[in-house]
């Protein structure tokens, strides 16, 4: 049966889930399936679940798109396979295949006036995006996909679709849920494939399609979806002004009449929403309501009152008092994201004085784009010591952001672009993986650059290195003459020279395995010029990134968190490619981009 559950709090609707699996136990070793919108949601929800229960176990938290993979693999196992091939990363190198042919770029004359002059970053850039544009035509176009599939439409990107699906794996979701229908129609014993429970838990819409393979198996299994509802209030149908006016001028006065407004914040803002409320009071199931009135003794309360209520703010000339010291609403203008950073800390601490009660984990901060603000938020949040400090995680944040490790990871990849200059081969050295794996402390690190100035190293490798970068300058400036004196300072008496070659550097014994160890670092930094060279398969380029893990990084506790997620990372790109049947060669750069556009989604913590 399918049932939804309204609400205006989550933390009512995680009460009333929690209570439903109390209630209506399942077999323990059989996980619970629940669909959430993102990894945020995941944790919160899991703390709540195990708050209330006293426990959280065995609970399989996926995004939808997970589950309704799940559901295809048990109801059809022999037709789905382990992995779907239209996922955005999978869907992005089989689009970069066909980018790669001439014979089907040649046909279509925008397609191929934009490769013309594209590098092969610009290909795997378009192929990427093309990936996630199909990826969500799937999800809310499906009558796109559906006409091009039925060799209707002329436009290149339907082309594109069509060859997709004659030079690969066809078995999308949309071609899934009809075999899923029919399968369940004709053979019962489909039916018991399907797990006993399905929850989805506060996401903001699903496609239509998606709501009809659930209000298919839901006559199968029980499922019952979480809706977070702003208002008690029925508003699928009002409107914005701007929509009001918009009909207005387009000579429909008539609607205009019918139009409602309701609560001009909730219309203006509420669009997406609303269309999704639409589709599921079209669906065929119980509904339950679990609504709680909002205090209004606050502006920020009378602000959810009136939404909650469907009501405009002022209306019939009631006046609102505010007390003073209210500061549930606060509007700051700051200069820079840092001091946005600055004045929210200060702000919290204000509320923490308040509030003696209120705890850091009840406290979510919402920001417009995280990428940006992560450094300034580890910058005011992280370096704190004393009783100013507030516990934070920053959560949906790209791990390639996070991190200093994975950051000299991409360091080290970028290494053979560029010229070797003095700061880009000494700045890996002051990540403390780099340090332990060849034997450095941070003393160590200083004396080496303090070498590095005093030997003059500017940038090259040698010679040779110099020629190729096209710098007729010579080699006195590079890396291999720099260290080459270092050494010569152990090996020869003071004074003494080896040709047009004077030492410089220590000439005490207890720095000569510091020099030899520096040494080492540096041929392998060099190494990496002819390694990362040319280009290879995408195996063959995941086999040289761990490679080149194992060779600079040491594991220890500290760091064992994010070699793993850089490991993962390396495997699912890998993965990704060998799903869509990609055997082609790319360069490192490409290589490279993917790695960072897998490393920029969230992952779970």
């Known amino acids: 049966m399918l049932h939804v559950c309204y609400g205006n709090q989550l933390e009512v609707l995680a009460e009333q ?73 999978t869907l992005a190198w089989r689009v970069l295949a066909l980018l790669q042919s001439e014979q089907f770029v040649s046909r279509h004359a925008a397609l191929a006036h934009y490769l013309e002059t594209a590098s092969p970053v610009g290909q795997w850039q378009l192929a990427e995006r093309l990936g996630r544009q199909f990826e969500q035509y799937l999800i809310y176009r499906p009558d796109w996909i559906q006409q091009w599939e039925a060799e209707g439409g002329t436009h290149w990107q339907a082309a594109l679709w069509r060859r997709l699906l004659t030079t690969g794996d066809d078995r999308h ?44 198996i839901a006559v199968y299994c029980d499922v019952r979806i979480y809706a977070l509802n702003y208002s008690s209030v029925f508003w699928a149908d009002i409107v914005s002004d701007k929509e009001r006016t918009r009909q207005a001028l387009s000579n429909q006065s008539g609607l205009v009449d019918y ?15 609303r269309a999704y409320f639409g589709q599921l009071l079209e669906l065929d199931a119980l509904d339950e309501e679990v609504f709680h009135p909002p205090a209004s003794n606050t502006l920020l309360g009378q602000i959810q009152s009136d939404i909650f209520y469907l009501r405009e703010g002022g209306d019939q000339g009631i006046q609102r008092e505010v007390e003073p010291s209210d500061s549930s609403i606060q509007i700051h203008v700051c200069h820079s994201p840092m001091r946005e950073v600055e004045v929210l800390h200060d702000r919290l601490l204000d509320q923490f004085d308040r509030q003696p009660d209120l705890d850091p984990a009840e406290v979510l901060v919402l920001v417009p784009d995280i990428e940006t603000y992560a450094a300034y938020i580890e910058a005011v949040f992280g370096t704190l010591t004393d009783d100013r400090r507030i516990p934070f995680r920053i959560a949906d944040c790209g791990q390639s952001q996070r991190t200093s490790l994975i950051e000299t990871f991409f360091a080290l990849l970028d290494m053979p672009f560029g010229r070797y200059d003095a700061s880009a081969v000494s700045a890996p050295l002051a990540e403390p993986a780099i340090q332990k794996q060849f034997d450095l402390s941070g003393t160590d690190v200083d004396q080496i650059l303090y070498w590095v100035r005093e030997s003059g190293i500017r940038w090259g490798i040698d010679a040779a290195d110099m020629t190729r970068l096209e710098l007729p300058v010579g080699e006195e400036n590079t890396w291999r003459r ?13 004074g003494d020279m080896l040709g047009q070659l004077a030492p410089c550097g220590p000439s005490d014994t207890t720095d000569a395995q510091l020099v030899g160890r520096f040494r080492s670092y540096l041929e392998l930094v060099f190494g990496l010029r002819n390694e990362l060279s040319g280009e290879r398969t995408v195996l063959d380029w ?9 060779r600079f990084f040491a594991l220890d506790a500290s760091n064992e968190s994010e070699l793993r997620t850089l490991r993962d990372s390396l495997t699912a790109v890998a993965y990704s490619a060998e799903a869509a049947g990609y055997t082609g060669t790319v360069t490192l750069e490409v290589y490279r981009h993917g790695l960072a556009q897998r490393l920029a989604v969230p992952l779970a913590q």
């Open 482 to 494: 720099g260290s080459d004196r270092l050494v010569l300072s152990h090996a020869l008496p003071p």
């Open 173 to 216: 979701w949309l071609n899934l849920r009809t075999r899923l229908v029919k399968m369940m129609a004709q053979e019962p014993a489909a039916a018991e494939r399907l797990p006993r429970r399905i929850s989805l838990f506060g996401l903001p819409r699903l496609s239509e399609v998606y709501l009809g393979i659930l209000q298919t």
């Open 259 to 273: 139009m409602e407004t309701g609560n001009s914040l909730l219309a203006s803002l509420g669009r997406q929403g």
């Open 542 to 550: 995941n086999i040289k990134a761990n490679s080149l893990l194992d």
């Open 17 to 89: 889930l929690a209570e439903h699996l109390d209630n209506h136990a399942v077999d323990p070793l059989e996980p619970e399936l629940i669909a959430v919108q993102g990894h945020a949601v995941s944790r919160w929800l899991a703390l709540r679940l195990a708050t209330d229960r006293g426990i959280s176990a065995n609970n399989k938290m996926l995004f939808p798109a997970e589950l309704l993979w799940l559901l295809f693999r048990r109801v059809l196992p022999e037709d789905v396979p382990p992995f779907n091939g239209f996922s955005a990363q």
